[in-house]
């Protein structure tokens, strides 16, 4: 019995505003997931485009000839099964399209023109084709679709030894930092050394600089502003095969540039401590309720979301802090990174496309 999936697809109109039923080839049958977006033929053209898989199942309605999911776009799901009935929900009731509820979930970098790569993690990896071996840390998503490899990709995904990438083809939402990368061993600098002779002595410098480098990649700019080698030596440096430049994509922070002061849970006032008891006895029951915290500004109420949440926290679960106005944003970062730093990611309509999608992932 073939595996049906009912996608909904990229067409907002009324029409359409429905799941269709496709068949799910056998080589994706066992990987497939509700909320992952596939590519699929649509109307009599055939013409291909984008959906999501709401639901799989082995019956079908459909009396016609159903076509084939041409592909995936994703080895997880981009949407799990609660923002699926969140996307459902907020189309009923906001009387939208079920594809504009589920697009408007995904940061405006996934809903862009872009190229997709699997990155290798593990380039050693006896898992890997051998046929992959010596094509970098990236690999086209396109490459391993034609070779009818992305099944194993998908299990590879599971196993943590690959993951997706997104290149959006709009530059303006991606970052790329230049990276040198070192070719040569120890003794095949000694040989290079000893070929320059007297000559070029800041090339001299550079190969005696690189032999104590620990890291495999080390960024462009610390090697000319920090090491202080000029750009022309660094070329020539390339054409000689010494060097590879490398260009990869950097995790945004809009908050690189700021120092937060770490901070300490404070003591607890007692109409501080008598909400944060209340609160913490639900955590405890994994029992569902609201509570409403009302005092003057001043009056503690942060103190008690923060140490609710690192209760929260340390039971392996997650919190989601809404902010009313985005003037308050920079105050509350500050509190929140300086109790749980690197842990706390930011979203708002002041950030770029490229640090609202690298937020997003970092969720």
């Known amino acids: 019995m073939s595996v049906i999936a009912k996608v909904i697809v990229d067409v907002p109109v009324m029409q359409t505003n429905r799941p269709f039923d496709y068949i799910v080839p056998e080589k994706f049958a066992k990987k497939i997931q509700k909320g992952m977006r596939v590519v699929v033929p649509f109307g009599k053209g055939g013409r291909r485009i984008q959906g999501f898989v709401v639901e799989l199942t082995e019956a079908t309605s459909y009396s016609g000839k159903m076509k084939e999911i041409s592909s995936l776009m994703d080895l997880t799901p981009a949407l799990d099964e609660e923002l699926l009935m969140l996307g459902k929900y907020m189309a009923d009731s906001t009387f939208s399209f079920l594809i504009s509820c589920f697009q408007t979930m995904l940061p405006a970098v996934m809903r862009a023109k872009y190229n997709k790569y699997i990155k290798i993690h593990d380039q050693q990896s006896m898992a890997i084709p051998q046929k992959y071996k010596n094509s ?34 709009d530059t303006r939402t991606t ?7 070192r070719l040569l061993s120890s003794n095949e600098i000694d040989q290079e050394i000893e070929k320059l002779g007297k000559r070029a002595p800041k090339q001299k410098e550079l190969l005696n600089w690189s032999k104590q480098l620990t890291e495999e990649l080390i960024k462009y700019e610390e090697v000319t502003k920090q090491a202080g080698f000029s750009s022309a030596v660094i070329r020539e440096a390339e054409k000689k095969g ?20 770490s901070t300490l849970p404070h003591s607890l006032n007692d109409e501080q401590q008598h909400a944060f008891n209340q609160i913490q006895n639900t955590i405890k029951e994994n029992k569902h309720d609201v509570f409403l915290l009302k005092g003057v500004t001043g009056s503690g109420k942060t103190e008690v979301y923060l140490q609710s949440i690192a209760k929260v926290l340390e039971k392996g679960q997650g919190a989601l802090m809404l902010v009313p106005e985005i003037s308050l944003t ?27 999608y690298d937020e997003w992932q970092k969720i």
């Open 330 to 356: 920079p105050q509350m970062v500050a509190r929140f990174k300086g109790r749980f730093g690197d842990q706390v990611a930011v979203l708002h309509s002041g950030l770029s496309d490229g640090e609202k």
């Open 175 to 181: 970052k790329k930092v230049r990276h040198l990368k």
């Open 136 to 169: 970098g840390e990236y690999i086209s998503w396109e490459v391993i679709e034609q070779e009818n490899d992305l099944p194993l990709f998908m299990q590879l995904k599971e196993e943590g030894i690959v993951d997706v990438h997104y290149e959006v083809k």
């Open 242 to 261: 010494w060097f590879q430049s490398v260009y990869l994509k950097e995790y945004r922070d809009p908050y690189a540039e700021v120092e937060f002061d």
